[in-house]
Nanobody, 124 residues
C-alpha cells in the first residue's frame, strides 16, 4: 500500500545535475503529498523536499534550497526531484514516500512504505 519506486540516481561530478523519479504503483500519486528523503552512511534519514498533493506548495531543506526543485507529472503518476549544482555532501541513498504535509514546520511526514531508494554519488 502506498508503494513508490525511486529511480534516476547515479554517479555525477560536483556541479552536475540529476533528475530523480518517484513513481507510484497501486495508488494515484496526486492524492498525496510526496516527500523526498535521503540517508547517508552512518546518518539518520533526513527530509530533503516535500510537495503538496495539489502541487501548490513545495518545501526544501536548507541544505538544498536554491539547488533542488520538486515537481509532479500527474499524467505519468510521477514526482521528480531535479538536483542541480550537486555537492559531494549530497551523496546518499534517496527515497520518496507518500506523506502528510505539515505547515509549521513545513515538512513531509511519511506514511507510505519505503522502497529500495536510488543511490546518488557526487564525486570527481
Amino acid at each position: 500500500q502506498l508503494q513508490l519506486v525511486e529511480s534516476g540516481g547515479g554517479l555525477v561530478q560536483p556541479g552536475g545535475s540529476l533528475r530523480l523519479s518517484c513513481t507510484a504503483s497501486g495508488f494515484t500519486l496526486e492524492n498525496y503529498a510526496i516527500g523526498w528523503f535521503r540517508q547517508a552512511p552512518g546518518k539518520e534519514r533526513e527530509g530533503v523536499s516535500c510537495i503538496s498533493s495539489s502541487s501548490d506548495s513545495t518545501d526544501y531543506a536548507d541544505s538544498v534550497k536554491g539547488r533542488f526543485i520538486i515537481f509532479r507529472d500527474n499524467a505519468a503518476n510521477t514526482v521528480y526531484l531535479q538536483m542541480n549544482s550537486l555537492k559531494p555532501e549530497d551523496t546518499a541513498v534517496y527515497y520518496c514516500a507518500a506523506s502528510l504535509r505539515t505547515t509549521n514546520p513545513p515538512m513531509c511526514v511519511p506514511i507510505g512504505s519505503w522502497g529500495q531508494g536510488t543511490q546518488v554519488t557526487v564525486s570527481s
